[in-house]
C-alpha cells in the first residue's frame, strides 16, 4: 500500500497513456518481417540494431523473418535525457563486422526528424552494402527535418512523445511491451 501524504501528492507522476497495444505492435511486426523476406528471397539479411531503443523491435522482426538473419548493432547519441533533439549525432559504437556486398537493414525504434538516421545512412552507404534498407516500428512524420525515408514502417503516429517497446524517457520504460504517449506531471 502506497503512503498517501500532503508532500506526496505535491510529486506528481508521470504517466502513460495507451497508443498501441502488444497484440497490435506484434502483429504488425509480422506483417513487416514477411514483406523483408518477399524483397529480398533467399538472400542472407543483416539486421543492423540501433542501440538501444531497437533491441525489442529488431529481437521480434528478426524472428518474423524467416531464412538466414544475422545480427549486428550500432550506437549512436542525439537525445540524452530530454525529449527534445539536440540535432547533434555522434557515433558510440560501430558494427563489429565488414557489410560490403551486404543485404542491410537497419532497425530503428522511431523516425522522428530523421537526423540520426540521415547520420547512419551515409556512413553505411560508405560500406558498399548490396542493398540499404530501413525499417522502424514508429513514424513521427510531421517532425521530420532530414530527407530520410523509411521502407518499412509499423506504424506512422502523432507528434507526441511515446515511450515504450525500447522507447526510453530518460532510459525508462524501455521494457513496456506496449507504446504510450507520456504525460510529465504539471510543476506547482
Ligand atoms: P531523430 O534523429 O530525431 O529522428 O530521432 C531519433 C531518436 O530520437 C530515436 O532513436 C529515439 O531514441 C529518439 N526519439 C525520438 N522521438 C522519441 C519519442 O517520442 N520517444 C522516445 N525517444 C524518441
Ligand atoms: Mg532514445
Redesign the pocket.
Known amino acids: 500500500m502506497g503512503r498517501r501524504t500532503a508532500s506526496n501528492a505535491a510529486v506528481k507522476k508521470e504517466k502513460v497513456r495507451p497508443l498501441l497495444a502488444a497484440a497490435r505492435i506484434q502483429k504488425r511486426i509480422r506483417e513487416m518481417g514477411r514483406q523483408i523476406r518477399k524483397d529480398f528471397p533467399g538472400e542472407p539479411i543483416v539486421l543492423v540494431g540501433?542501440l538501444k531503443?531497437a533491441v525489442p523491435f529488431l529481437a521480434d522482426l528478426a524472428r518474423q523473418i524467416p531464412g538466414e538473419v544475422t545480427f549486428d548493432f550500432i550506437a549512436v547519441s542525439?537525445?540524452g535525457k530530454d525529449?527534445k533533439?539536440s540535432g547533434q549525432?555522434k557515433l558510440n559504437k560501430d558494427l563489429d563486422s565488414s557489410i560490403e556486398g551486404k543485404t542491410v537493414v537497419v532497425v530503428?525504434?522511431?523516425?522522428?526528424?530523421?537526423?540520426?538516421?540521415q547520420y547512419l545512412l551515409r556512413i553505411l552507404q560508405q560500406r558498399k552494402p548490396k542493398h540499404l534498407r530501413i525499417a522502424v516500428l514508429l513514424d513521427?512524420v510531421e517532425?521530420r527535418i532530414a530527407n530520410v525515408h523509411a521502407d518499412y514502417v509499423g506504424f506512422v503516429i502523432p507528434n507526441?512523445?511515446?515511450?515504450g517497446f525500447g522507447?526510453?524517457?530518460a532510459e525508462r520504460y524501455r521494457n513496456l511491451p506496449q507504446v504510450g504517449i507520456l504525460q510529465l506531471p504539471t510543476q506547482g
Not at 108 to 117: K, V
Not at 160 to 163: H, R
Request: charged residues 25%; aromatic residues 12%; without cysteine.
Open positions: 540501433v531503443g542525439s537525445y525529449t533533439s549525432v530503428e525504434d522511431i523516425l522522428d526528424t530523421g537526423l540520426t538516421l513521427k517532425r507526441e512523445f511515446v515511450v522507447l526510453d524517457y
